[in-house]
């Protein structure tokens, strides 16, 4: 056999024992004695502090930082403002739907909308483009929806989707 392989050997009593052969060598090790040998190294291995159990771990914060307080008065700042705008959008938008009766009250509805996407520079949180043209297009279906009230709703379509858009840095001298 090669130098490093394992062989199995009979000694003819009921217990088996594995014959290493090494550089011509023959070291016998029984099962326990092999089974011995792996739990003291295993014990000795366990028993052993790894590096990152050696340093001292860091503690959770009982306080906040004052970056994370920070953090939280813009976050709650932000939630303000949102809710502000979808008030005022919603204002808007209930007027357009339930007041406005003229064409002029629906062009002047559409051109606030729009005023208020370039304003808010978007849609606010919880007013989503599909659900705003979904209310407009409600109030088209039921009719007197003149050519001036669809160059305003398409418009504002129009604005929302630029304002949507992650290539707003446009190079306004390039007409490509």
């Known amino acids: 056999g090669s130098a490093s392989a394992f062989t199995l050997s009979s000694t003819g009593a009921s217990s088996t024992r594995l014959a290493a052969v090494n550089n011509g060598e023959n ?14 190294t295993t014990l000795t291995l366990a028993t052993a502090a790894p590096a990152f159990a050696r340093e001292a771990r860091p503690e959770y914060l009982t306080e906040p930082t004052d970056a994370f307080k920070e953090s939280e008065k813009q976050r709650d700042e932000f939630r303000r403002k949102q809710l502000r705008l979808k008030k005022e959008f919603t204002t808007v938008l209930d007027r357009f739907t339930f007041e406005s009766k003229t064409t002029d009250a629906f062009v002047e509805d559409l ?12 849609l606010p949180l919880g007013i989503k483009k599909d659900d705003l043209v979904k209310i407009i297009r409600a109030k088209k279906a039921k009719g007197l929806w003149p050519t001036d009230v669809e160059y ?16 707003k840095d446009k190079d306004i001298g390039n007409p490509l």
Do not use: C, M
Request: proline share 2%; charged share 25%.
């Open 152 to 167: 305003a709703y398409q418009s504002l379509i129009r604005e929302i989707a630029y304002q949507q858009s992650p290539n």
């Open 27 to 40: 070291f016998e090790y029984s099962r326990r004695d092999s089974l011995a040998a792996l739990f003291t």
């Open 111 to 122: 051109k606030d909308l729009k005023s208020l996407v370039q304003i808010t520079e978007g």
